[in-house]
């Protein structure tokens, strides 16, 4: 690879998702590059980027939209923060790649995909589990027919935060589990069926700062398949999904963040027969990145467009809306 193959990458922030997983990975990918990130703060900006490697570091976020040798921007802020400067960034030239959940609401995610149109640049939700060969491999069997007719979809992503101060503890700051975590449970429902649910509900217990720390939610999709999930950010650490039809079963024990150092697998049962299907070691994050970053290169759209990001945060509305009116208190 020549320089001129590489896409520039600006980081927006020096969160910690970035500085553990989604940095070390553009830097192992075959045509993208971290050439600089920003903080608020000078001092902690410099600090990040000698830590890892990053030539520039800059005191403001505007300094680094402004950054000509910066293609494109990863955007990790938190999710109230997502809408403003990735906007910023798209007025700025940048083409962003943005943690999920995309926006607060459907209606910031439909302004970003509008500004980002109006400039001419590209918008990603980074949901890394999506390119990974192991999602990959199950929708096409899904698709294929391994389970029959699909019935039923559950899917579960829990993890305890560390900190009580963790921003997706603040409701102010759209935090919460289904918001968090349950994007990804909704998101796999979404992905394996091919449609929106015509129909959700959801039952949240939620912390005196407005967040919900634990959630469960039903949804009916159009075809007559079933899905409920489970999510939260106070439990021990899970993330599983389950897909049952009228004649098989496929489950995968590490759904979401799959483990990048080690095999992992998928687990079918068609009929009274039982298969492992073992998937060899890779980055998801790498692959995602190398994904965003293909398509600016090959001006193409992202595999999966920033419409389909409004789709999810549309449906997350009404799973928050819902679970906000079968709200209890955190004991």
Known sequence: MTMADKIRWGILSTARIGRNQVIPAIQASIN????????????????????????????????????????AIYNPLPNSMHAEWSI????????????????SDATEAQQMVDAFKRHGVQLAEAFMYRFHPQTLRVHEMVNSGAVGTLHTIHATFTFPVSRDDDIRLLGSL????????????????????????????????????????????????????????????????AHTYELRGTTGRIVVDEGFVVPKDRPTKIRYWR?????????????????????????????????????????????????????????????
Do not use: W
């Open 32 to 71: 993208g590059e971290v050439v600089a990130v920003a903080s608020r703060d000078g001092e902690k900006a410099r600090e990040f980027a000698a830590q890892l490697s990053i030539p520039t570091a800059h005191g403001a976020y505007d300094d680094l939209l402004a950054d000509p040798n910066v293609d």
């Open 88 to 103: 910023r960034a798209a007025e700025a030239g940048k083409h962003v790649l943005c943690e999920k959940p995309l926006a």
């Open 174 to 237: 759209a935090g919460g589990s289904i918001m968090d975590v349950g994007s990804y449970c909704v998101g796999v429902m979404r992905l394996m069926t091919g449609e929106e649910p015509i129909a959700v509900s959801a039952f949240g217990q939620f912390n005196d700062r407005e967040a919900d720390e634990r959630a469960v939610g039903v949804l009916a999709f159009p075809s007559g398949v079933l899905g409920h999930f489970d999510c939260g950010v106070r439990s021990i650490k």
């Open 271 to 331: 009929g009274d027969e039982y298969e492992e299907i073992t998937f060899e070691p890779v980055n998801h994050y790498t692959l995602m990145a190398e994904d965003f970053a293909d398509a600016l290169l090959n001006n193409r759209p992202p595999r999966y467009p920033a419409e389909d990001a409004v789709l999810g945060m549309r449906l997350m509305d009404g799973l928050r809306s819902s679970a906000q009116s079968n709200r209890a208190l955190v004991g």
